[in-house]
Structures are given as structure tokens and as C-alpha cells.
């Protein structure tokens, strides 16, 4: 029999290695770690990152309602902001991710102009989806995939292009994987959103995005959300949230 120390250990690794975080930024070459809710020893403080800091770790969201969709359970801007020129590329690194599913990002120029200080994104239109992968035609060899097997197979990296169109200015990045192991039931979609902050330059200012809120524009039984996972691998047919 194991005993309770081992067990204990056990539940938590399990825990721990069940999910995943956004661990690191990569942005125009450039390195920036994110918020480690279990490397800091002090959850009071934000840490010296450009990522938000959360409440809910590794843990999942289930209500795309709740002001915790944006970008977190009890969010709050991060001290740090990193350089990014619009057409450039952000690269997450996750630190483990074991469930399929979607892979989708937004952005949100932060109202001031300045800085993302005073700007949370849970009321009001400020969001513009900048990228959306569902079900991948990932290669000739194992034909469908979702989204997420490709980030798996890349070291858990996936590369977020910022868009050239974009406005100068602060902005922050939310990139968001759904866990869809329980897809079927209403409420058993599993909600991971990692916001970074970024100040764009370089991009032409060509084109107004549509704005949309967070919360507001997932909802719980989007067609994308709710919905048979093994039908929509079987037909090649999935619209993501």
C-alpha cells in the first residue's frame, strides 16, 4: 500500500501535468517569461512579466460568462509590456497539454493609448479575433487533427502572427486553447485563456477590426462549444467558438 505522502504526491503531479500554462513568450526573437503561478512564492505581488497573472494555474475555466473568460480567474494587468512590430510573430510556449482541441486568439488595444494599466477587457467591445484552428489538415500521412496536435508535436509551441493592419499602440494578446474532452455535455468545455501585453509598431492602420466583448462573444452553446467531438473529427466539419 502507498503510503499518504506518496499518494498526496501523486495528486498532485497528476494534477499539475493535467493541464497547462503559457510558460514563455518569444516575441519578434526576443524572450519573456510568463506569469508561473507555481514558481512564485509570493501570489500577492505580479510578476515581472509581460503575461497577466491569474488565479486559476493550470485549472480551467468552465463559464465563457464569467468576467474570468477574458483573461483569467482574478486577472490584473502586468507590469511589463514587450515590443512586437505588427506582421511579426508571438510564440507561446505551454508547459504541458494533454487534451485535443482548438486553438484561437484575440486581441485588444487597450483604450488609453499609453499603457494596459487600467484596462481589465471584461466590459464593453474592445476584442478582434486575429486567428482561429480547429480541425487541421495536419498531414498527408495522419490526415485530420485538431489544432492542438500540431502545438503538441511542436515542443507545445504555437506562433501567433500579429497582424500588419494594426494600429501603433498597446495591446494585449489573449491566446486561448479549449479542452473538449467533455465537449458534449453543457458546461464540459475546459476554457485556458493566457493574455500577454505588447506594444505594436510598424503596422498601417488600414483596417478597423470588429470588436467584440469578453464576456459575450463565446457562448455556452455555441456550435463550437457544445458539440459530439468524434462526429466533427469523422466529417471535417468544426467552427471554432
Given at each position: 500500500m502507498l503510503a499518504k505522502s506518496s499518494l498526496l504526491f501523486l495528486s498532485l503531479t497528476s494534477s499539475v501535468f493535467g493541464h497547462g500554462y503559457v510558460r514563455e513568450y518569444t516575441i519578434d526573437g526576443a524572450n519573456h517569461v510568463s506569469y508561473l503561478p507555481y514558481d512564485d512564492p509570493d501570489f500577492t505581488q505580479?510578476?515581472?512579466s509581460i503575461a497577466r497573472s491569474h488565479a486559476n494555474g493550470i485549472n480551467p475555466l468552465f463559464d465563457p460568462l464569467d468576467d474570468s473568460i477574458a483573461c483569467g480567474q482574478g486577472s490584473y494587468p502586468a507590469p511589463l509590456?514587450?515590443?512586437?512590430?505588427a506582421g511579426g510573430v508571438a510564440m507561446v510556449k505551454w508547459t504541458e497539454w494533454p487534451h485535443s482541441g482548438p486553438i484561437y486568439s484575440y486581441m485588444a488595444r487597450c483604450p488609453n493609448g499609453q499603457d494596459c494599466s487600467d484596462f481589465n477587457g471584461t466590459s464593453g467591445n474592445h476584442w478582434f479575433k486575429i486567428e482561429e484552428h480547429g480541425i487541421i489538415?495536419?498531414?498527408?500521412?495522419?490526415?485530420?487533427?485538431w489544432a492542438t496536435q500540431k502545438m503538441f508535436d511542436a515542443d507545445k509551441t504555437w506562433n501567433i502572427t500579429?497582424?500588419?493592419?494594426?494600429?501603433?499602440?498597446?495591446?494585449?494578446?489573449?491566446?486561448?486553447?479549449?479542452?473538449?474532452?467533455?465537449?458534449?455535455?453543457?458546461?464540459?468545455?475546459?476554457?485556458?485563456?493566457?493574455c500577454a501585453q505588447?506594444?505594436?509598431?510598424?503596422?498601417?492602420?488600414?483596417i478597423e477590426p470588429a470588436l467584440v466583448s469578453l464576456p459575450g462573444d463565446i457562448q455556452p452553446d455555441d456550435p463550437g462549444v457544445l458539440f459530439d467531438r468524434a462526429a466533427a473529427m469523422e466529417s471535417g466539419e468544426y467552427t471554432c467558438p
Open positions: 505580479p510578476t515581472e509590456m514587450a515590443n512586437v512590430t489538415e495536419y498531414d498527408s500521412s495522419t490526415g485530420r487533427a500579429i497582424p500588419s493592419c494594426l494600429a501603433p499602440g498597446p495591446y494585449v494578446i489573449r491566446h486561448e486553447t479549449m479542452a473538449i474532452q467533455a465537449s458534449q455535455q453543457l458546461g464540459g468545455a475546459q476554457f485556458y485563456p493566457q505588447v506594444w505594436v509598431s510598424g503596422g498601417t492602420d488600414t
